[in-house]
């Protein structure tokens, strides 16, 4: 089954003169909202190895890598290019790119005092004479702390995978 042969169709005029041409409703996306996918039970937990792309991952749990848009769907992953993890060879010249000064201060974090003392908050600049403890975190922790969060997804457990693409093609 390919993907994007279950999208609608729109029409659109691509060059402004008039003529339109049918393509495929690309902003149309089904998100997991059965509680039974939101279960943990229901996946495994994989942490993508540097060069990882769905589709190899799609053939390394499902003999197919026609099936890698299921581990998209089901990590909410619109924009491969964006929501993906980077090459570790190409992340300094984005971050570089991205950034003045890597080293340059993105923001403040403090711990939650009360309840849950895990949980990070981020602290506006606006606000630091109230927390003068706020830990500085350069551009460089951001990014990496952004990239380490991509690189846990979940892979969708096989026994479930006949009865995924049902309820998807019926969506």
């Not at 053939?59 to 848009?69: A, E, G, P, R």
């Not at 974090?109 to 500085?136: F, M, R, W």
């Amino acid at each position: 089954m390919s993907y994007f042969n279950k999208f609608p169709k729109v029409s659109y005029d691509v060059k402004g003169d008039g003529n339109l041409h049918y393509m495929t409703n690309i902003t149309k996306n089904i998100r997991l909202v059965t509680d039974k996918y939101k279960q943990i039970s229901g996946f495994d937990v994989y942490d993508v190895v540097d060069g990882d792309t769905p589709e190899m991952l799609a053939h390394k749990f499902y003999d197919s890598t026609t099936l890698h848009w299921i581990i998209l769907i089901t990590n909410n992953i619109i924009n491969v290019q964006e929501d993906w993890p980077i090459h570790v060879r190409d992340f300094q010249d984005i971050i570089e790119d991205k950034y003045d000064d890597i080293d340059g201060i993105h923001h403040y974090e403090i711990a939650q005092e009360s309840g849950d003392d895990s949980v990070i908050i981020n602290v506006p600049v606006e606000s630091l004479s109230e927390y003068p403890a706020a830990t500085p975190i350069t551009n460089t922790d951001h990014e990496i702390a952004v990239e380490l969060s991509k690189r846990r997804i979940r892979i969708l457990k096989p026994q479930f995978l006949s009865q995924f693409i049902e309820e998807f093609n019926a969506l």
